[in-house]
């Protein structure tokens, strides 16, 4: 029996249960809503008692709100789903002093192989300095098809560099990627227009010659599929569809290399230092901003 004389079934095994019993009949839908709780005393009696009355009314006001707000969040995920990506960002690719993380140093000729002399290429005052002895590449071990580079450099008298773009891990990187030519012209006074500063090494001779001796010139390079766009110190000295370069272009030992066309889409970056004389290229501000 409880407190008003109404026989109860028995609790649940729980112990303790809630019991909302509806409104009163005949009730308004803003009037009180009346509900009630079973509970057990101590001693094991059971009662039921009543909770404090809430207007029906603020039940349905809750509801709509909980609905607006689920509303809002359905329209925020929505929303969401159609911004566009972040665009992308260029990356300094040489942050610290010492020896450059994330790159590789490997032989001149063949990057299968690692440097003779265990060449140390190394960055002061953020300026990267090519290894000694001569005769070595330094390549991202990052893979970049896509991409926007930017760098400055300058050469010695003597001096013989280049840009390593999607170049593969084996071979020669100017003849099995390709090497965006950094020399200066006492290097080799024969030397023809593809071998010169700005050249597409052994392929493709720049549109005009306006590399700065023993200064610091500025390259940027675009490339994305198969256009290949470069601008040294403010002109346009490439842009070129590259399905199109069919070359025939020869080796160092006299065979022939893959034609540009047929050249990888995707690989490394990097740089060499092929320098004669004690005067090392040096790269400063290289930054690239990957487009894929």
Known sequence: MNQIGTPLPALSPQGWERVAEGRERGGSRGAPTPFWA???????????????????????????????????????????????????????????????????????????????????????????????????????????????????????????SGCALRAPLYGDPAFDGMELQMADFRYNTSAKDSEQTGGIYRAIAPTKQVYKPTEWNKYHVLLKGSHLKVVLNGETIQDLDLDEQNQTVKRHNGSDAPPVKDRPRKGRIGFQELSRGSEHVMIRNARIKALD
């Open 38 to 160: 079973r509970t057990r005393t101590n001693g094991g009696m059971e009662s039921i008692k009543s909770l404090e009355p809430r207007p029906a009314g603020e039940f349905y006001s809750a509801m709509k709100s909980n609905r607006a707000f689920l509303l809002l969040d359905l329209l925020f995920v929505v929303a969401a789903g159609r911004l566009p990506a972040a665009e992308p960002r260029f990356v300094s690719l040489f942050t610290e002093d010492g020896v450059p993380k994330g790159w590789l140093v490997r032989a001149w000729d063949d990057v299968r192989n690692p440097a003779q002399g265990n060449p140390v290429w190394k960055v002061e005052h953020g300026v990267l300095h090519g290894g000694e002895p001569r005769g070595s590449w330094l390549l991202s071990e990052k893979e970049y098809g896509d991409f926007e580079l930017e760098f400055e450099f300058k050469l010695g008298e003597t001096g013989n």
